[in-house]
């Protein structure tokens, strides 16, 4: 995946691929989205990755990742009473998942 570039809401954001060798940040998760440098960053795929489906995982994380910056952006994200995280991972996640069949829906009715 090259460096890609993304309008949320009127704020610009770089999406990336790295390795957890480039990204210390990535030791422990599969991505995330720092508001502070508005960027995007999706793990790439190691040699001893077992994900067969290793994109269409991907994918989902930058969905994932992607509705973190809305929520940054449209200032809900620290709005929300969770102590440990500041807003619903729940949430992000049903989302992240579900937007896809949602999306689909909305187009076999035309209504996008």
Known sequence: MENKKVNILGTEYTISEKTKEEDKF????????????CKIVVLAKDDDCEIEDFTSHQNKVLRHEIIHAYHFESGIAENFENKQYGFSETLIDWFAIQSPKIFKTFQELGIL
């Not at 990535?26 to 440098?37: E, I, N, R, W």
């Open 26 to 37: 990535l030791k422990d998760c599969d991505g995330y989205c720092d508001k502070t440098v």
